[in-house]
């Protein structure tokens, strides 16, 4: 989940590292939560907030005059499609994105879900649905341009 928001692996796993910290801070008072696991995924969702606060701050690295790293040219068609896919789940509705993110990529069931993210298993089911209809509807638009 933190790879699909940040796009960068170390990112990511710095701020799963940091939301495993925070529970461990609070393990006594998880103990005694209905929903653990549902504070944990919005522990996650804060610490890749941060880390796109903090990002926003740093300077790009080409302002630096460093040497940028081209993608090897077997990859460069491969990426391209990867990153459609990205920038159409950046364009869903957030809670569109978090449901496909939870089910697709993550492997959980609709009442996981439906606790994580406090919603009725009926929302999840509806916000599953559209985001799955409108990947479709992009990916044969996709197709399309191809042609």
Known sequence: MAYLRIKDRDAANDAV??????AWVHRESLEQMENPEGWMVKTLKNQVLQQFRTASRMEPLENQG??????????????Q????????????PQKQREVFELREVE????????????ISV??????LHRARKR?????????????
């Open 17 to 22: 590292q940091e939301a495993f910290s925070n």
């Open 66 to 79: 460093e040497a940028i790293q081209e993608e090897p040219a077997e990859y460069q068609a491969a990426s």
């Open 81 to 92: 499609s990867v990153k459609r896919v990205f920038c159409f789940l950046d364009d869903l």
């Open 107 to 118: 492997g959980l069931t609709y009442e996981e879900i439906a606790g994580y993210l406090e």
């Open 122 to 127: 009926e929302q999840v089911k509806v916000n």
């Open 135 to 147: 990947l479709k509807e992009f990916l044969l638009k996709c197709k399309e341009d191809e042609r």
